[in-house]
């Protein structure tokens, strides 16, 4: 049961990815990757240095570093030297910027609203409070040394 629940999450994660990613196309003609590259920064308005971006996203400097260029050519991000390291640069969105992420993510808001509008209320409160505790428990299962990683350390 437990590999079938895994892969129910799994897919219905897959199916609103992909519905999301479809929709911010057709839309606002944008990648999910640049909407959660604009929404990482939206949430730190006082900015993010490159590698702390690239952290937070989980992808390569590499591909902060384009998606940076091309959003500083459309006035949407700015990058400015560290203040703490002149060989890194901070990274905020401009006001337009926020604009524009703004109105996008209102609209993906109202997309994920809709997603689960057929569930009923209690239902999804049941099924957030039930994926909190499996979260509770993988953060400590993850926190804790594995029995294979114990036993190897030993050999």
């Known amino acids: 049961m437990a590999l079938k629940l895994w892969l129910r999450l799994l897919a219905c994660s897959t199916q ?3 519905e999301i990613r479809k929709r911010l196309r057709a839309r ?9 590259y604009l ?6 308005p006082e900015g ?17 570093t384009g998606l940076t260029d091309e959003l500083e050519k459309e006035g949407l991000v700015l990058r400015e030297p560290s203040p703490e390291d002149r ?3 901070q990274l905020r969105l401009t006001a337009e ?16 609203i809709e997603f689960f509008s057929d569930l009923r209320a209690s239902d ?10 499996l ?21």
Do not use: C, N
């Not at 606002?28 to 959660?36: H, K, P, V």
């Not at 929404?39 to 730190?44: C, I, N, P, S, V």
């Not at 509770?136 to 114990?150: D, G, K, L």
């Open 48 to 64: 993010l240095r490159m590698s702390a971006l690239s952290r937070y996203r989980m992808v390569t400097g590499g591909s902060i």
């Open 16 to 18: 609103i990815e992909t």
């Open 97 to 112: 910027g926020r604009r524009v992420f703004e109105r996008i993510a209102a609209e993906h808001e109202a997309w994920v």
């Open 39 to 44: 929404a990482q920064l939206y949430r730190h």
């Open 135 to 155: 979260r509770v428990h993988m953060a400590a299962r993850q926190a804790a040394p594995s029995s294979s990683t114990a036993s190897s350390e030993l050999a």
């Open 87 to 89: 060989r890194a640069f």
């Open 124 to 133: 999804r409160k049941v099924l957030y409070e039930l994926l909190g505790e």
């Open 28 to 36: 606002f003609g944008i990648t999910l990757s640049r909407f959660d």
